[in-house]
Nanobody, 116 residues
Framework: QVQLVESGGGLVQAGGSLRLSCAAS????????MGWYRQAPGNQRELVAT???????NYADSVKDRFTISRDNAKNTVYLQMNSLKPEDTAVYYC??????????WGQGTQVTVSS
């Protein structure tokens, strides 16, 4: 089992920045991909950004050039630096990890609210 604990959400004005962190613990040796998803009220959960253990990254078009995902493998932690935030970025952000057997794990979520 893998446990994921997120931190760093909050309230910020449009144009501001936030940095989310997600620390993994437990059976982490098999983790390959880590990433972030978000879910706004009334919407489905959507991919924000992912990062593989090999260093490949993938971003949703809506956040490209504004958000940056990074990993510290020594700390088993993934980060999401969010700049130039917009009100439409308001959502609960969930950390996700996927192991080598493609089993997904989820954090409890952290609220990000961007005021206009």
């Amino acid at each position: 089992q893998v446990q994921l604990v997120e931190s760093g959400g909050g309230l910020v004005q449009a144009g501001g920045s936030l940095r989310l962190s997600c620390a993994a613990s437990g059976s982490i040796f098999g983790i390959n991909t880590m990433g972030w998803y978000r879910q706004a009220p009334g919407n489905q959960r959507e991919l924000v950004a992912t990062s593989t253990s090999g260093g490949s990254t993938n971003y949703a078009d809506s956040v490209k050039d504004r958000f940056t995902i990074s990993r510290d493998n020594a700390k088993n932690t993934v980060y999401l630096q969010m700049n130039s935030l917009k009100p439409e970025d308001t959502a609960v952000y969930y950390c996700n990890a996927e192991d080598l057997w493609l089993r997904p794990y989820w954090g409890q979520g952290t609220q990000v609210t961007v005021s206009s």
